[in-house]
């Protein structure tokens, strides 16, 4: 008993202590876009994310990767924006119910140049967060999405 207690104990720990990280990436995300160094300090925890880890840190890291397009010479952010994209599309595939990634996506998507033609998902996600937003019960989330729609979305 005392051992399945301890185990109980240390996963709720292990919870805990990812729901933070993952509050302080939502953090770090918003303002990521307004200079170079916070694109960096947006990234710098997600370097070593692969495509195993969970849906949402790739998808964030996709994210980050396209940041970090943003202050690359114009000839290199072609590259940098396909290279970022598989980690967001990957982490759809893998959970395309997840409102968080699917955030991600839209936030990317459209703010991203309409002529690198990654702006195919706009008007989906934005229907599928808008009918998701009512029944999610991260508070961190829904304020996220609130404070998105109410600051970046173009509609």
Same mark, same amino acid.
């Given at each position: 008993?005392?051992?399945?207690?301890?185990?109980?104990?240390?996963?709720?720990?292990?919870?805990?202590?990812? /729901?933070?990280?993952?509050?302080?990436?939502?953090?770090?995300?918003?303002?990521?876009?307004?200079?170079?160094?916070? /694109?960096?300090? *947006? +990234?710098?925890?997600?370097?070593?994310?692969?495509?195993?880890?969970?849906?949402?840190?790739?998808?964030?890291?996709?994210?980050?990767?396209?940041?970090?397009?943003? +202050?690359?010479?114009?000839? /290199?952010?072609?590259?940098?924006?396909?290279?970022?994209?598989?980690?967001?599309?990957?982490?759809?595939?893998?959970?395309?119910?997840?409102?968080?990634?699917?955030?991600?996506?839209?936030?990317?998507?459209?703010?991203?140049?309409? *002529?690198?033609? +990654?702006?195919?998902?706009?008007?989906?996600?934005?229907?599928?967060?808008?009918?998701?937003?009512?029944?999610?019960?991260?508070?961190?989330?829904? /304020?996220?999405?609130?404070? +998105?729609?109410?600051?970046?979305?173009?509609?």
């Amino acid at each position: 008993m005392k051992k399945l207690f301890s185990l109980l104990a240390a996963l709720l720990c292990v919870v805990l202590v990812c /729901a933070q990280d993952l509050e302080t990436l939502r953090l770090l995300y918003r303002d990521a876009t307004k200079s170079k160094e916070q /694109a960096q300090a *947006f +990234y710098e925890p997600l370097a070593g994310v692969t495509k195993n880890d969970e849906p949402v840190l790739a998808a964030y890291k996709g994210a980050g990767l396209m940041l970090l397009a943003r +202050y690359e010479k114009l000839s /290199a952010r072609g590259p940098k924006v396909k290279e970022a994209v598989p980690w967001i599309e990957q982490a759809i595939a893998s959970e395309p119910n997840n409102a968080e990634i699917r955030l991600i996506r839209l936030s990317v998507q459209e703010h991203l140049p309409k *002529f690198l033609k +990654y702006n195919h998902s706009i008007e989906d996600d934005r229907q599928f967060i808008r009918q998701a937003l009512p029944s999610l019960e991260d508070r961190g989330l829904k /304020a996220m999405i609130d404070g +998105y729609f109410d600051e970046f979305s173009k509609k």
